[in-house]
T-cell receptor, first 113, second 112 residues
Framework: DTEVTQTPKHLVMGMTNKKSLKCEQHMGHRAMYWYKQKAKKPPELMFVYSYEKLSINESVPSRFSPECPNSSLLNLHLHALQPEDSALYLC????????????FGSGTRLTVV | GNSVTQMEGPVTLSEEAFLTINCTYTATGYPSLFWYVQYPGEGLQLLLKATKADDKGSNKGFEATYRKETTSFHLEKGSVQVSDSAVYFCALMEDSSYKLIFGSGTRLLVRP
């Protein structure tokens, strides 16, 4: 299995809703990442997990809450989002201390109304 | 800090034309360099990579050579197809943090 699987593919949520994005990989990668990508922009790093522990938080607002319950799963919990948070959210994974690059999922396209 | 600069797009070519997308970088240490491709509505796919100076990455007819003297990693393809239409991102991986830093992306449109 050489894929990163993200669900759902599309999500529409209101500003008072709570929702979660899910990411799964079975490649044995011990580093996992959340990126945010706005239209016509490059991906921006949000969070990095290594060995299931949060190692980097790129000053992301607390309405985004990541969770790594085990080495294969990564969640992003969303609460009280704003319309400007609408974007493509990408999950990625990699081997630790590796120069092979990241494997990305197909993303969740989030619309906040 | 470390950064990647790509040529502005869109780049519009006719099928079978030669492609060059310029990429230069600024980095301390010895970063690894990557090209990722993003097709409409999809995530990013690794196209090719190079981990040290003078390495050439290649895949699906695309090539790029890690040039430390010019801090460049230009993407080339000898004959593009309509199916190559996508956004191409140049990226570097810091050798200290293993963070992946992207350039702004270059949209390629290939016309039949």
């Amino acid at each position: 299995d050489t894929e990163v699987t993200q669900t759902p593919k599309h999500l529409v949520m209101g500003m008072t809703n709570k929702k979660s994005l899910k990411c799964e990989q079975h490649m044995g990668h011990r580093a996992m990442y959340w990126y945010k990508q706005k239209a016509k922009k490059p991906p921006e790093l949000m969070f990095v997990y290594s060995y299931e522990k949060l190692s980097i938080n790129e000053s992301v607002p607390s309405r985004f809450s990541p969770e790594c319950p085990n080495s294969s799963l990564l969640n992003l919990h969303l609460h009280a989002l704003q319309p400007e948070d609408s974007a493509l959210y990408l999950c990625a994974s990699s081997q630790l201390i590796s120069r092979r690059g990241y494997t990305f999922g197909s993303g969740t396209r989030l619309t906040v109304v | 800090g470390n950064s990647v600069t790509q040529m502005e797009g869109p780049v519009t070519l006719s099928e079978e034309a030669f492609l060059t997308i310029n990429c230069t970088y600024t980095a301390t240490g010895y970063p690894s360099l990557f090209w990722y491709v993003q097709y409409p509505g999809e995530g990013l796919q690794l196209l090719l990579k190079a981990t040290k100076a003078d390495d050439k990455g290649s895949n699906k007819g695309f090539e790029a050579t890690y040039r430390k003297e010019t801090t460049s990693f230009h993407l080339e393809k000898g004959s593009v197809q309509v199916s190559d239409s996508a956004v191409y991102f140049c990226a570097l991986m810091e050798d200290s943090s293993y963070k992946l830093i992207f350039g702004s992306g270059t949209r390629l449109l290939v016309r039949p």
